[in-house]
Structures are given as C-alpha cells and as structure tokens.
C-alpha cells in the first residue's frame, strides 16, 4: 500500500483536508476538468482519479437504478 501527503488548511476556524488532485465531469462541456473549471453547479464530483470522472455519468445511473430499485421503481 501506498503512502499519501494531506494538506490539512483552517478555514475560520475549521479543518479541511487535501486529499490531492480531484477530477470532475463537467456537465456542460461533457469532459473532465480537474480543481480549476466550470461553476461547481455545472459538475459533478470530486472523484479521485480522472478515470473515475470519466464514467460520473454512469455511476450516476446506476445509482438512479439503484435508488428505484428501492422505492419500487418510482
């Protein structure tokens, strides 16, 4: 298993973690975008790798499948 480096950063008084690059998938260009991108409301993630970004659509379906699954289909 490999080794990670956090950054830990305050903010007001609060901790947040790097956890390293993050990679999301732009819902309006339709490609993966790393931290600096398009207005957080047109993404979805963070995922960890860029791989991973590149099927957020159908890790969104599949958990909309699973979610109806659930609820009877509804």
Known sequence: MGTRNLEITII????????????????????????????????IGPFATQEEAEHALEKVQERNDAWKAQNGGE
Not at 15 to 33: F, N, R, S, T
Not at 34 to 41: F, L
């Open 12 to 43: 007001d008084g609060g901790a947040m973690i790097d956890e390293g690059p993050q990679w999301y998938y732009c819902l309006k260009h339709h490609k993966v975008e790393g931290q600096v991108g398009c207005k957080a409301k047109d993404r």
